[in-house]
């Protein structure tokens, strides 16, 4: 069969009376609305046409109608635009708002893969704490928590060799590694508090991931995903005259804000990030300060 008799090809007249529609609808709207505006208008001050016009009231609505017909799919598309996936960037100092927020809902759901998700635990620590006084609507938390396996060599973070060439450093990686272990260990406890003590129940878990932390990324009750990129040219010293160190600040990453607002379009970004980490999750291994703890 030749293409001629494909799809696309049948598809012709229906494209030229979109295109036909597109050229002659503007033209057609501005002669009826002139019409009626310059009918109007006469039939105030030459009586003939007023008289002619006087019980006729039907037929400017009629017209009126037909307008609002003809600008309908115009204002289908005005409104699709504004309604589209809302998106803003903010910085990870803000993380404390999205936090919040979350926390308003019965079941909180908090998501993070990034590097050491200090920037997350900080406003986490504060607000969990906050549930031993006032739980408000919260039932249920879970937080999970996803971080480089730094028991591997990597090349970020590293120290910096000849030519800004990284060198792995396995001390600066356990140090890496020893801030996770605190962080996990005191969202950890404070979970077994709030779940002891409260109605509301905590869990708290890290796990590892393999590769360099590139991609910074929190969900918030699977309804909003903050992503952004590390800086992995940042650079700092443990001491004034000591070596350099690839070391990226979460502090002073820009999040793109993705939300979902009813929109098929925003929907499925959302639906995408929540597969990606959900499956990321599946995959990652629970870290070796956690193998002596229950699952």
């Known amino acids: 069969m030749s293409e001629r008799g494909s799809g696309p090809a049948d598809a012709g007249p229906g494209r030229n009376l979109k295109r036909y529609q597109e050229r002659f609808e503007p033209i057609v709207t501005r002669v009826l609305l002139l019409g009626i505006f310059v009918t109007g208008l006469s039939a105030q001050f030459v009586k003939p046409i007023g008289d002619a ?49 979350a926390f308003q809902a019965r079941k909180v759901e908090i998501s993070f893969l990034g590097y050491t998700g200090e920037t997350l635990y900080n406003t986490l620590y504060h607000r969990l704490e906050d549930l031993l006084d006032s739980p408000g609507p919260t039932r249920r938390v879970s937080i999970r928590m996803l971080v480089p396996d730094f028991g591997q060599p990597m090349t970020v973070p590293s120290r910096v060799g000849d030519d800004d060439a990284p060198i792995d450093d396995s001390d600066f990686r356990m140090r890496v590694e020893q801030r996770c272990r605190e962080y996990d260990g005191i969202l950890s406890d404070l979970a077994e508090r709030l779940t002891a003590t409260t109605r509301v129940a905590v869990e708290c878990e890290y796990r590892l991931y393999p590769g360099i932390p590139r991609d910074k990324i929190c969900i918030f009750n699977r309804e909003r995903v903050l992503h952004g990129l590390y800086d992995l040219s940042a650079r700092m010293r443990l001491n004034h005259l000591g070596p350099e160190f690839y070391d990226p600040k979460g502090y002073r990453t820009d999040l793109i804000v993705w939300s979902k607002e009813g929109t098929a379009a925003a929907e499925a970004a959302i639906s995408t990030w929540n597969k990606h980490f959900d499956d990321l999750w599946l995959l990652a291994r629970r870290p070796q300060w956690r193998q002596g703890t229950a699952v």
Do not use: I
């Not at 307008?67 to 309908?72: A, D």
């Open 53 to 101: 016009l006087e019980g006729k009231a039907y037929l400017g609505g009629a017209l009126l109608s037909l307008v609002g017909y003809v600008l309908y799919d115009q204002v289908k598309e005005l409104a699709s635009s504004v309604r589209a996936p809302v998106r803003a960037l903010v910085n990870s100092s803000q993380l404390g708002t999205f936090v919040s927020e």
